[in-house]
Every structure is written in structure tokens, then in C-alpha cells.
């Protein structure tokens, strides 16, 4: 199952198949708005750190109140407007998106709630399963059938899982929501076939109602709260491009590689994510936790060799 590259936070752009490119310039160009987006999307959790004060709900509410109104202005410049209105008059892409928005918020809710409980190792486990989960949904939903190093990196994956179960003491749900959560909304976002930018403004669109509606609340019941604060107001407004700007230097960056380029940076994220939640939140790394990482490590070492010997013999048949 071809599925949309990993990427923090389920901001899952549709596969775009990169044209050949020769010109060195826009290599790159290409090469540096993509290991950007994914050195932001790893960076992210130091903003949501900042904000463990207002609650996960309330973040998430925010989050995608700022990120309509700053992909709203994108639209305009971008004159993508069009496609949002083909978009809501197509029933059957109507009922897509509104599953993948609900994908996407429950995500955000897991990944912010996450960091805010000091579980951001956890999280950045989940990203890195997130290939291998991708290649179970294809043999579950799809019967696809995997090659034998696939089928060996499915099994490194699942004993890096149960050692990370011992390491925590309970079943990692934290890892295993998210990378569920990320390959299920980009295997709906997939079908709905429209551009990164146009769709996640279709899905904060769906969901800003019940955002609205909960930051109503919060106004109502405990005052303005976090929101007389403007150092905090201030930071939640940024959550709007910093959830965007990734995302679109994402898909400049793959309009113009080869995905075989992108798949090398995809780590980049869980890696800086666990770099984060060690040496600047202070989570601890047990002996337990450490050889599950390093499990997985092998079992992507794998997964990246096989994807990599596939599209060299593709290339030469």
C-alpha cells in the first residue's frame, strides 16, 4: 500500500509522484525545504512544551482555529478556493474528509496530551513505526502480500514494541494511537486526492465548529483565563504556521525530489523528537526503552534497505 511519507503530527500530504529532475538548483531547493519541514515537525514539540499550562484540549482548539485562519489566507493568495468548493459539493469526498478530520484532531489531541503528561519518547516510537504499521494496513485492508524482509522487519518491529511495553510497564497505547491514527488518516486522505494546503483546510474547516464551541465553553465557565495572557496568546496564535509552513515546504520539497530522496528524510522528526524529550525535557531512557529504540532502528535499517533493492530493480527492469 502506497501511503503518504511519515511525517509528525498526521499532517499527511497525498503521494505526489516527482517529476525527473536534472537541474541541480532545484534538487537543491527541493532538498532543503524538505529536510526543513521535517526539522520542524520534530522541533514542534519545544512550542507545545510551552503550553502544558492551557491543556491539551484547549491547545487542540486553538491549534485549529489558528491554522484555518492562516491557511485561509493562504487560499486566497494561492487562489486554491475553487477547489474547496468542489470539494464540499462532492458528497462522497464531503464523507472522506469529515473521517480524516476526525483522524486528524483525535492525532493532535493524542500527540499535544502526549507531550504534556512528559510522554514525548513514547510518541516519537510511534512515528517511527509508523512505515511499519503502514505495510500491516496494507496486508489487512488491502491483502497485499510482503516480501520476506518486509515480514522481517514487521517482526523486529513487533518484538521493539513488546520490549517497549516492558520498558513502560503497560502497553505503549501512547506509540500505537498515533502511528494508527497517522496511517488511517492518510490512507482516507489519500482517497479524497486533493492538495496538501486545500485539504487540511477542508479538515480544520469540518472541526472548527466543535473548536469554537469548546473555546466557547472555556470562556464561559472559567473566564478569559489563558487568553488575557499575551505571551500565551501569542503562542497559540503561532500554532496556526507552524502547523502549515511544514506542511507546505513539504510538498514543494517533494514536487521536486524523488520520493526515494524524501523516504531518506522521513526519520529526521522521531529522531529530533527523541532527541527533545531527552536532553531538553528531561524524560528518562531506561536500558528497556533504549534496545526497543535500537530494535527499531534495525528494523527501519531493514525496511529502508528493501524499499531502496525494490526501486533499483524496478529502475533496471
Known amino acids: 500500500m502506497s501511503l503518504p511519507e511519515s511525517a509528525p503530527e498526521a499532517i ?14 532545484t534538487i537543491r531547493s527541493g532538498v532543503i525545504a524538505a529536510v526543513t519541514s521535517y526539522a520542524l515537525w520534530g522541533l514542534l514539540p519545544l512550542l507545545f512544551h510551552l503550553l502544558n499550562h492551557v491543556g491539551s484540549v484547549l491547545v487542540v482548539a486553538e491549534r485549529t482555529i489558528w491554522s484555518l485562519v492562516f491557511l485561509a489566507i493562504m487560499m486566497v493568495f494561492m487562489r486554491k478556493f475553487g477547489e474547496v468548493r468542489a470539494l464540499l459539493s462532492d458528497g462522497r469526498k464531503v464523507r472522506v474528509m469529515a473521517v480524516s478530520a476526525g483522524l486528524l484532531a483525535g492525532n493532535w489531541l493524542l500527540y499535544i496530551w502526549a507531550i504534556e503528561t512528559g510522554q514525548l519518547l513514547e510518541a516519537s516510537f510511534g512515528y517511527f513505526i509508523n512505515p511499519l504499521v503502514n ?34 510497564g503497560n502497553v505503549p497505547f501512547i506509540a500505537l494511537g498515533l502511528a494508527l491514527s497517522f496511517g488511517f488518516y492518510g490512507f482516507f486522505r489519500k482517497t479524497a486526492m486533493l492538495g496538501p494546503a486545500t485539504g487540511l483546510f477542508a479538515e ?111 529502475a533496471a527492469a
Not at 12 to 25: F, L
Not at 140 to 167: C, D, K, W, Y
Not at 222 to 229: I, K
Not at 248 to 257: I, M, N, S
Open 12 to 25: 499527511a500530504p497525498p503521494t505526489i509522484v516527482a517529476p525527473s529532475v536534472t537541474d541541480a538548483s
Open 135 to 168: 505495510i500491516v494496513m496494507g496486508m489487512v485492508l488491502l491483502r497485499e502480500r510482503q516480501n520476506f524482509l518486509q515480514t522481517v522487519s514487521i517482526g523486529i518491529a513487533a518484538v521493539a514494541i513488546a520490549m517497549q511495553a516492558i520498558g513502560l
Open 204 to 314: 480544520t474547516l469540518m472541526i472548527s465548529p466543535l473548536a469554537l464551541g469548546y473555546i466557547g465553553f472555556s470562556l464561559a465557565t472559567t473566564g478569559w483565563g489563558v487568553h488575557a495572557d499575551p505571551g500565551t496568546m501569542a503562542l497559540l496564535v503561532l500554532t496556526g504556521p507552524a502547523t502549515a509552513v511544514p506542511l507546505l515546504l513539504f510538498a514543494y520539497g517533494v514536487q521536486r525530489l524523488r520520493l526515494t530522496t524524501i523516504g531518506m528524510f522521513q526519520y529526521i522528526s522521531p529522531s529530533l523528537q527523541f532527541l527533545v524529550a531527552i536532553f531538553a525535557l528531561g524524560e528518562e531512557l531506561n536500558g528497556e526503552r533504549l534496545f526497543s529504540f535500537s530494535l527499531i532502528w534495525l528494523s527501519l535499517m531493514v525496511f529502508t534497505y528493501d524499499s531502496f533493492r525494490r526501486r533499483g530493480q524496478l
